[in-house]
């Protein structure tokens, strides 16, 4: 198993949500979950913490591909999923690496 699918499998919150890994290497990953009714807020729509949660996701995963790091992460959403069941996913647009730190840079 390759480190970003060992993570995760590893990740407590991960499974709790459950997210699923469309695509993970060094300094790229690709996330998603179902805004299930338990996400909902008072609006009825998809709840800021199951966004920002796969957001911090794909973050990690990315990151963590290479090194154990641990970090901040920021993200941003244009659009919130207006249903249940409908799909939210994560992938920040690109992250570089200078010497022991990360950079993210996001849409």
């Known amino acids: 198993m390759d480190r970003v699918q060992e993570i995760f499998r590893g990740d407590?919150?991960?499974q709790e949500f459950g997210m699923k890994l469309i695509e993970g290497r060094e300094g790229y990953a690709k996330v998603s979950a179902v805004v299930e009714d338990r996400f909902l807020n008072a609006h009825a729509i998809?709840?800021?913490v199951l966004l920002f949660a796969v957001a911090d996701a794909a973050f990690a995963l990315s990151v963590n591909a290479a090194v154990d790091a641990v970090g901040s992460s920021g993200a941003s959403t244009s659009s919130a999923p207006r249903s249940p069941e409908r799909r939210c996913s994560a992938n920040p647009a690109s992250f570089t690496?200078?010497?022991s730190r990360w950079y993210a840079s996001l849409p």
């Open 12 to 14: 407590r919150l991960i």
């Open 46 to 48: 998809g709840h800021g």
């Open 97 to 99: 690496r200078e010497g």
